[in-house]
Nanobody
Framework: QVQLLESGGGLVQPGGSLRFSCAASGNIFSIATMGWSRQAPGKQRELVATITSGGSTNSPDSVKGRFTISRDSAKNTMYLQMNSLKPEDTAVYYC???????????????WGQGTQVTVSS
C-alpha cells in the first residue's frame, strides 16, 4: 500500500514561516505530479502548489512569491516552504501525489492526512 505522511504545520504569527514535508512510502514505482492543497473552514479546497516529476512548478497568485514547493525524488518527499504568512493562509493543508505502483500501470492519486496551519497573533 501507499501512504503519504505529512509533517510540519502549527501556529505561527503573521509574517512568520513554516515548512511542510510530505513523504511517500509503500509500493511505489514512480511518482508523477505532487502538490499541496488547503481547505479553510466553510470554504472549498483550493490548490496551493504543484510540482511535476521534472521539477516544473505552478501556484496561484495568492501564494506566488511567498510559498515554494520542492521535491527530493530520491526520497519520495515533497516540501512546502511558506513565508510571509497571513491570517488568510489559515487552513488544513493536504499533500497529494499521483503515484504509479508498477510498470505499465496508470497513476493513482493519494492524499496525506492533512495538517492544520493557524496564522494568528
Amino acid at each position: 500500500q501507499v501512504q503519504l505522511l505529512e509533517s510540519g504545520g502549527g501556529l505561527v504569527q503573521p509574517g512568520g514561516s513554516l515548512r511542510f514535508s510530505c513523504a511517500a512510502s509503500g509500493n511505489i514505482f514512480s511518482i508523477a505530479t505532487m502538490g499541496w492543497s488547503r481547505q479553510a473552514p466553510g470554504k472549498q479546497r483550493e490548490l496551493v502548489a504543484t510540482i511535476t516529476s521534472g521539477g516544473s512548478t505552478n501556484s496561484p497568485d495568492s501564494v506566488k512569491g511567498r510559498f515554494t514547493i520542492s521535491r527530493d525524488s530520491a526520497k519520495n518527499t515533497m516540501y512546502l516552504q511558506m513565508n510571509s504568512l497571513k491570517p488568510e493562509d489559515t487552513a488544513v493543508y493536504y499533500c497529494n501525489a499521483a503515484i504509479v505502483t508498477g510498470p505499465a500501470q496508470y497513476s493513482t492519486s493519494y492524499w496525506g492526512q492533512g495538517t492544520q496551519v493557524t496564522v494568528s497573533s
